[in-house]
């Protein structure tokens, strides 16, 4: 059976750690399919957008001698961009220090001290943006869209060997025995 190494709920739990230990946001949450009502006071809500492709995709493999458990690795880089709304009465300043910190060596050591094949590379600037509850009433929401480098990794059974039986025949022979 396939495995794959890092999940997006993997990374949006690094992520959720990062923010909950080191922004001080109380609740932060997946956002499109938790089907709950909004909270109230600080809250960030995390949005995958899009993972791009870096590069080609190479393989290690792991010959254990046994065919039950030799496998192969595909690896490949790739970008997830992902977007933090924040809410509450501080989200413009919990935006500005998310931003700030994502952009410097801070965000790679913190995130990577969580998970070794996340790497922060950038964050957008903070914008401010328009949110009017089911009560037409304004509501502070600022957001960032933070980008990370992953390495996700496709663990493949893989059979292999290592002694071959060959016969050699002439080619231009016009039977073969």
Known sequence: MMQVTLTLD?????LQAFLVGNIGIGEVWSS???RVP??????AIMTPLFFKRLGTTWATNQDTGNTDSSTVTKHVLRTLDVQIDLYGRRAAENTVMLETLFRDGYAVDAIHA?????????????RQNVFNTD???????????????TQIDIIIPQAF????AVSPY????????
Do not use: C, K, W
């Open 170 to 177: 002439q080619a231009d022979q016009e039977t073969l025995a």
């Open 135 to 149: 009560a037409h009433q304004y509501l502070e929401r600022y957001t960032v869209t933070l980008t990370m480098q």
């Open 114 to 126: 969580l998970h070794p094949a996340i790497t922060p590379l950038y964050a957008s600037d903070v």
């Open 161 to 164: 060997f290592d002694r071959a």
């Open 38 to 43: 909004m909270p109230h006071g600080d809250v």
């Open 10 to 14: 993997d990374i949006l739990d690094v």
């Open 32 to 34: 499109q399919v938790n």
